[in-house]
């Protein structure tokens, strides 16, 4: 999220894990370091296999942000909808269907932070990048009828911000059956002076029988600049109605092939801060 400002913004604080001071029901326990490195294994070769499945799928997605004031108003609004697909190399394309004129005045808000904003992207972690990573077992917690498990993640090193390279820090929940995450909670890093990020909540939902893609992204958050100025914003990002929907290419491990195909068209261009 960028403030609307001539101003550079200030680095607040070290980059560390994200603190989730709730209430839960997660059962404290420990598990041995070769145990965690197996789940975290699994975890990442599903990961792995519902990011190429979602190269298959179209969905909709719909975004809105908003600022809120004193006393809880609402100050300013930012609203798009687009129907989604993904290229097989992971591209993504949109199509927008409802995108309002914003109301925002105290940030600015780009398709880039969109992708941040649903947890760095929708999903919170790259498999790839599992490497980068540090995994602290937390414990178990049974959320319906799903028992998981619960793992902080912090990456072992911030990467700069020439790179381009976004990594996640934060919480995710694994279910202990399958071994995919079917939540997460944490932020993009690393900030910069001129872009801030929420701490945001997604939550998955099994589509086909077989992947975890994700439905809802929810966050509540103040975004610290230089100027001592306090932001609170919410973000509410919602996607449904997956389906099948490329004709090039096949699902995993079904010999049939796609006959639906979407029109879809590339995003623009990112808004840069005034």
Known sequence: ???????????????????FAQTSNIR????????????????????????????????????TIQTVGMGGQITGVYRRDSFMTFSS???RFERVTFAPV????EISVTPEDLEDLGGVNPFAIEPRYIPQYNFGFVGKEKIDDLELYV??????????????QRLFTGRIWVDERDLMIVKSKGKAVPETKRNKF????????????KYWFPAYSFADDELVFDSGQVVRMRMKVTYDDYRVGRSD??????????QDEPLPTP????????
Do not use: C, H
């Open 267 to 274: 995003s623009p261009s990112p808004r840069r801060p005034q």
């Open 89 to 91: 190399e992971g591209q």
């Open 249 to 258: 290419v096949r699902v995993l491990d079904t010999d049939e092939d796609i």
């Open 198 to 209: 929420p701490i945001v909540e997604t939550w998955r939902e099994n589509v086909d029988g």
């Open 102 to 105: 914003s109301t925002l005045t």
């Open 1 to 19: 999220m960028k403030k609307i400002s001539s101003a550079l913004l200030l680095m607040i604080g070290a980059f560390a894990l994200v603190s």
């Open 28 to 63: 404290k326990s420990d598990m041995a370091p070769p145990e965690v490195d197996r789940i975290i294994k699994q975890v990442a070769a599903n990961e792995d296999d519902f990011r190429y499945a979602l190269s298959n799928y179209v969905f909709n997605r719909s975004a």
């Open 151 to 164: 793992f902080d993640v912090t990456p072992k090193k911030i990467p700069s911000v020439s790179s381009g």
